[in-house]
């Protein structure tokens, strides 16, 4: 069982072999330096620069906070590396431009992409991890045999094991399977879906807004989702 799950998770590309580094970045979450140039600077303000060039994506580290910027032209971004004032350059040319948190355009990170894969995948996973336990019922909305109807998604004093594009495991026994992007399916017989650029919304009625390393529900509880185990108070 074990062997079947690393295979797959290998396969489709959850688990990376190698050491590539990724950076959290705020407003998006942890990117993977594969393909992007960076460059560490002298600056106290603008510590690294990285540049995609194939998406001319641009990740930045400000005062040791990366930030990301998009459709930064080549011009700007080779203006910016070799300019003698890093910190002047970015007040200049850089700061309030180039805003991703709307842009369509923005390259996927690899936990987006895991999340678009785990849209087949997570449920194939879940079904092989939860139906060994018989937890789960074989429907779409994933009904435990020991049900958490009425229960919240994210309650007050809970913790949650956080698997990118398979599952999410809740220390009061909320069981969902991830099937897309900011798209659940749980055990409490609620459905979750996106309901904004950065929130997603449960057929129950409740509403999860996140916010840099936290997500704020509708109902008053704040989760630190910083790490891939999310508290909650």
């Not at 993977?32 to 600056?43: A, D, K, M």
């Not at 919240?152 to 594009?165: C, E, H, I, Q």
């Not at 495991?169 to 069981?175: A, C, I, K, L, P």
Request: net charge positive.
């Amino acid at each position: 069982m074990k062997q079947l799950l690393l295979i797959l998770l290998l396969s489709f590309g959850f688990i990376n072999p190698s050491n590539a580094e990724s950076v959290y970045v705020e407003y998006r979450g942890n990117v993977s330096l594969n393909g992007f140039n960076c460059q560490y600077t002298q600056s106290s303000f603008v510590n690294r620069i990285c540049y995609q060039q194939r998406n001319n994506y641009v990740l930045a580290s400000l005062n040791g906070t990366y930030y990301q910027y998009c459709r930064v032209p080549s011009l700007i971004t080779n203006g910016w590396l070799s300019s003698s004032s890093k910190g002047s350059f970015y007040n200049s040319n850089i700061k309030g431009r180039f805003d991703c948190r709307n842009d369509i355009y923005k390259p996927i990170t690899a936990a987006e992409m895991s999340r678009e894969a785990g849209k087949n995948l997570g449920k194939v996973i879940g079904d092989l991890f939860f139906n060994q336990n018989n937890s789960y019922q074989k429907n779409n909305s994933y009904q435990s045999t020991n049900s958490m109807q009425g229960k919240l998604l994210l309650d007050w004093g809970t913790t949650y094991n956080y698997y990118p594009g398979s599952h999410l495991n809740g220390s009061d026994g909320m069981r969902c399977v991830i099937t897309g992007i900011a798209t659940f399916n749980c055990n409490n017989g609620v459905n979750y879906q996106p309901c904004g650029t950065s929130s997603f919304c449960g057929t129950d009625g409740t509403q999860y807004d996140e916010r840099g390393d936290y997500t704020f529900t509708s109902f008053g509880v704040k989760c630190n989702h910083k790490t891939n185990t999310w508290t909650c108070r």
